[in-house]
């Protein structure tokens, strides 16, 4: 898992290398989590995206619950922007996004035909803050169809493109966006998911929230699992884990530090369940 501490200058860096980059694309790609799709939005994006074709690809969906998937989908949508759901580890679902690419694609056409413009082909920029499977994302779109089509000329030197056929080509490398580091119920979720460095925050007010968390949406399991009930503070939580899977010190007392870790360990992984932290 990468992490990123986000200070101003790794901002100011990915700020200039994105407005950059977005200058030679016509349709951004946005890859958010699933599980915390606001969060994971950049905040600059409506800017930076400004005259663009847009699609948001709800990425890790398999960590996330459904229904409310569906339900930040047609948000999405009510915004006016093209949104799809997607696990990008199972090439599946990639066939539905080359359908919505090919659309966002179409309309970028259709305005380009208005202005005479023809035979030009689409660039594509697959865009979004650390972590959320960009590269992941870009492997399985491109498997089958990996030629580079090198060099452009007339445009900024040393970006290669890969052509997705059809009329599309795919800028090779994924544009880093910042994630929302100035109000911290983001960061704490950005924490929790694993796309930001939880060092950055208190660790002590991290776990508080995952134990609450979990209690809430995930009370079935927890108490199937490890014996956990409503009632239960947050020690009593950390002991019943610790006990459940032999996490003891040499001391023999358990090792609740352990437990606190590999609680945040399985949730990010999914092994609690599929836990969506953010509603529409
Ligand atoms: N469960 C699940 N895991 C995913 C999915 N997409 C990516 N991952 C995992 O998420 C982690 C990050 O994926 P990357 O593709 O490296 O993400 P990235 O956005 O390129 O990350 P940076 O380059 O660090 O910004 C990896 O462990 C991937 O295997 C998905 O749809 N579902
Ligand atoms: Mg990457």
């Known amino acids: ?29 946005e890859l958010v989590d699933a599980r915390a799709p606001l969060s994971t939005r950049n905040p600059d994006i409506e800017n930076l995206g400004q005259g663009k074709g847009r699609v948001i690809v709800l990425n890790k969906a398999d960590l996330a619950e459904d229904a409310l998937t569906k339900e930040w989908i047609r948000h999405f949508e009510e915004d006016g922007l093209l949104a799809i759901s997607l696990n990008s580890k199972d090439k599946q679902g990639f066939q539905a996004v080359r359908k919505v690419i090919d659309e966002a694609a179409a309309k970028k056409r259709e305005r380009d035909l208005k202005r005479g413009i023809k035979n030009r082909p689409v ?3 697959v865009a979004g803050i650390p972590n959320v499977g960009k590269s992941t994302f870009i492997n399985s779109l491109c498997k089958r169809n990996i ?28 544009g880093i966006l910042w994630p929302r580091i100035e109000d911290s119920d983001s960061q704490i979720r950005l924490a929790l998911i694993g796309s930001m460095n939880d060092e950055v925050i208190n660790r002590d007010e991290l776990l508080s929230e995952l134990i609450k968390l979990l209690k809430e949406r995930a009370g079935g399991l927890m108490t199937e699992r490890f014996g956990i009930v409503s009632g239960d503070d947050e020690a009593g939580v950390l002991n019943k884990i610790a006990a459940r899977q032999s996490m003891i010190r040499s001391g023999g007392e358990n090792d609740t530090e352990r437990a606190a870790g590999y609680l ?5 992984s999914g092994a609690l369940g599929r836990i969506t932290l953010e509603e529409p």
């Open 1 to 29: 898992m990468t992490a990123y501490n986000w200070y101003p200058g790794h901002m100011a860096k990915a700020k200039r290398a994105m407005v950059e980059d977005i200058k030679l694309i016509d349709v951004i790609v």
């Open 123 to 125: 660039r594509l920029l």
């Open 147 to 174: 030629a580079k089509t090198g060099n452009k000329p007339g445009v900024t030197k040393g970006k290669q493109w890969i052509s997705l056929g059809k009329g599309i080509d795919l800028m090779d490398t994924p």
């Open 264 to 268: 945040f360990t399985s949730y990010r």
